[in-house]
């Protein structure tokens, strides 16, 4: 098992809560990790474990222990992988259309991660089961996924998506008209109260927002381009569900699986355009991706049968 060096740090003036405190202080982890530490007692203040509400004061010396990294017992799979883009930190992969992101129950092997654990090392910190992964996108969903190599990588690239500045654009043809060119949906999303397998739009579910624009309409339906605010699961799907205008060949939050005989595998949602930070040189990263082919095609029997 690899081991991550301990840090050690002395406090020079009081200045609130542990888990505050660490949060705001310049290190390699995100507050959300920082905050588990403390609970499982990784994290002392003078040799003592404490509560992530205890106070700090001036002069108390704070040790953050992280745990031994478990070698993954997963197994790198030769699976043909899509990459747009490598260096020493980070790949952004093209996901294909059914693919799902990480093994889990029903899905034990197969996953990109089979594929990225033959390709590359992966960073460590997101669990034994979920190396590298920094986001996530639905198995029918297709397109740019970001990927960590190593540790640093992934809690920059965490970072970023938390701050919101890691740009996510999707391209969805969903069922229906709209009026207007662009708008934006903000409705709190959270586990559906009666199906825990989906999400629901609830009163008391965490903000989500999404903002959207028309790219080209059809009859009785609109190619839209969304934008991601947060990154909520399904939040796409269960935003567009929501206002009425579900994404085409969505199963679970619409109906239809075909469109003029063309059997649909899953719904016509596609991760399009990834921006972001590379995090040693500071330069933005930019990367497009086209429709796949189903999803053209379907657009291009739209454009035909228009009259």
């Known amino acids: 098992m690899a081991e991550i060096t301990p840090v050690t740090m002395t ?16 290190l390699p982890y995100s507050r959300s990790t920082l905050a588990n530490w403390i609970k499982e007692g990784l994290v002392l203040v003078n040799d003592q474990a404490v509560k992530r509400s205890y106070v700090v004061k001036k002069g108390d010396v704070v040790s953050i222990n992280p745990p031994a990294v478990k070698e993954t017992t997963l197994e790198a799979e030769n699976i043909p ?25 029903g899905h034990s092997g197969g996953t990109l991660v089979n594929a990225l654990l033959y390709h590359a090392p992966l960073s460590t910190i997101n669990g034994e089961f979920r190396p590298g992964i920094v986001h996530r ?10 990927v960590a190599k190593n540790d640093q990588a992934h809690h920059a690239l965490a970072a970023e998506l938390k701050a ?18 662009e708008g934006t949906i903000d409705a709190p999303i959270g586990r559906h109260p009666k199906d825990r397998k989906k999400q629901a739009v609830i009163g008391d579910g965490r903000e989500a927002v999404t903002h959207f624009k028309v790219i080209e309409r059809f009859v009785g339906y609109t190619l839209l381009e969304l934008a991601l ?11 567009l569900a929501y206002i009425g205008h579900p994404v085409v060949g969505d199963s679970v939050y619409g109906h239809q699986d075909k469109i003029f005989n063309i059997k649909l595998p899953g719904q016509l949602l596609h991760a399009k355009t990834l921006v972001l930070t590379q995090p040693k040189t500071q330069e933005e990263l930019r990367f497009d991706s086209a429709l796949p082919p189903l999803f053209e095609q379907v657009l291009q029997e739209l454009r035909e049968n228009q009259g």
Request: proline share 4%; charged share 30%; hydrophobic share 35%.
């Open 11 to 26: 406090i020079d003036q009081e200045q609130g809560r542990l888990d505050a405190v660490l949060g705001q202080a310049k």
């Open 229 to 239: 605010e947060t990154g909520r699961t399904h939040q796409i799907r269960v935003h």
């Open 164 to 181: 919101h500045k890691t740009q996510r654009i999707y391209y969805a043809l969903v069922k229906g008209n709209f009026e207007e060119n």
């Open 81 to 105: 992988l899509d990459v747009v883009y490598e260096d020493d930190d980070l790949l952004v992969v093209n996901k294909p259309q059914g693919m799902v992101v990480h093994p889990a129950p």
């Open 137 to 146: 996108i639905d198995r029918d969903t297709s397109g740019l996924l970001m």
